[in-house]
């Protein structure tokens, strides 16, 4: 299991990342992708991991965007202030208008069009792949979804994982963490469910929308240089066995965050 903000695979200030190759070098039999790309006449990430790894899934676009790949800048991954005035790798006109310094960058660089959303692939049985969407907040330039997957493992058990990519907690991401937590929750009554992906949130306010959620592996996981937080997570509802787990740096602003996991037989029937 594995979720890996992907950046669109570019940085802030619009330079190509190895994100992309880092997501499909993870080993993963579950993996959530948020802020994955897929062009209109270019870079398919969706497409390009499907092929790669044998793996089958949805994407849902969240975000008509355009994306910089021949931008230029020093060795920091974005721009000094990018959450105040922008960045320079994605461009979002949707909901919202560009900065100044946005649009002037924006003319001075090649960019490509094409939609930003989240992926879930899975090279396990699927019996059944859906999304739904979440309440787009105010202050968002995007949309929200939440992915589902119902899936089974080789001796037939089945158990379901919610891809997420929330909202930040400032931009009132409460109330989708709300729709989730009850959506999953009455789910968890007769299965094994994950909810796994990008939260924009720390532990502690988990601990209080998600109660009885377990957090199914602990690792810093942005910035990604030099983290210092964790806002990538892997809840778990039902009889998990945690092997291992971990995060890594792929290139992206996020660490891609890794955990084995597998199912207690015995308690899973028991339920």
């Given at each position: 299991?594995?979720?890996?903000?992907?950046?669109?695979?570019?940085?802030?200030?619009?330079?190509?990342?190895?994100?992309?190759?880092?997501?499909?070098?993870?080993?993963?039999?579950?993996?959530?992708?948020?802020?994955?790309?897929?062009?209109?006449?270019?870079?398919?990430?969706?497409?390009?991991?499907?092929?790669?790894?044998?793996?089958?899934?949805?994407?849902?676009?969240?975000?008509?965007?355009?994306?910089?790949?021949?931008?230029?800048?020093?060795?920091?991954?974005?721009?000094?202030?990018?959450?105040?005035?922008?960045?320079?790798?994605?461009?979002?006109?949707?909901?919202?208008?560009?900065?100044?310094?946005?649009?002037?960058?924006?003319?001075?660089?090649?960019?490509?069009?094409?939609?930003?959303?989240?992926?879930?692939?899975?090279?396990?049985?699927?019996?059944?792949?859906?999304?739904?969407?979440?309440?787009?907040?105010?202050?968002?330039?995007?949309?929200?979804?939440?992915?589902?997957?119902?899936?089974?493992?080789?001796?037939?058990?089945?158990?379901?994982?919610?891809?997420?990519?929330?909202?930040?907690?400032?931009?009132?991401?409460?109330?989708?963490?709300?729709?989730?937590?009850?959506?999953?929750?009455?789910?968890?009554?007769?299965?094994?469910?994950?909810?796994?992906?990008?939260?924009?949130?720390?532990?502690?306010?988990?601990?209080?929308?998600?109660?009885?959620?377990?957090?199914?592996?602990?690792?810093?996981?942005?910035?990604?240089?030099?983290?210092?937080?964790?806002?990538?997570?892997?809840?778990?509802?039902?009889?998990?066995?945690?092997?291992?787990?971990?995060?890594?740096?792929?290139?992206s602003d996020h660490r891609a965050l890794v955990v084995d996991l597998d199912l207690d037989e015995e308690a899973a029937r028991?339920?």
């Open positions: 299991m594995a979720t890996f903000n992907l950046h669109a695979g570019v940085d802030g200030w619009g330079r190509r990342t190895r994100a992309l190759e880092h997501a499909a070098a993870l080993g993963a039999d579950v993996l959530v992708c948020p802020e994955m790309w897929r062009g209109d006449a270019g870079e398919d990430h969706f497409g390009a991991l499907s092929d790669a790894l044998g793996m089958a899934g949805l994407f849902v676009p969240l975000a008509r965007a355009e994306r910089s790949t021949q931008g230029t800048g020093p060795a920091s991954w974005q721009p000094r202030g990018a959450h105040l005035h922008g960045e320079y790798g994605l461009f979002f006109t949707e909901h919202r208008s560009l900065t100044d310094a946005q649009r002037a960058r924006r003319s001075s660089v090649p960019a490509e069009a094409g939609q930003w959303g989240i992926g879930l692939l899975t090279r396990l049985p699927i019996d059944a792949v859906t999304s739904e969407p979440l309440e787009r907040q105010p202050r968002e330039r995007v949309r929200r979804a939440i992915v589902r997957a119902d899936v089974r493992l080789g001796d037939g058990s089945a158990f379901t994982v919610f891809g997420v990519h929330f909202a930040h907690l400032s931009h009132g991401s409460f109330r989708q963490f709300r729709h989730v937590r009850d959506v999953a929750g009455a789910l968890a009554q007769d299965r094994p469910v994950l909810i796994v992906g990008d939260f924009n949130s720390w532990r502690p306010p988990l601990r209080l929308f998600f109660p009885g959620w377990r957090q199914l592996v602990r690792a810093r996981t942005w910035p990604a240089r030099r983290p210092h937080s964790q806002i990538d997570h892997v809840l778990g509802s039902g009889p998990w066995l945690v092997r291992d787990g971990g995060a890594s740096d792929g290139g028991a339920r």
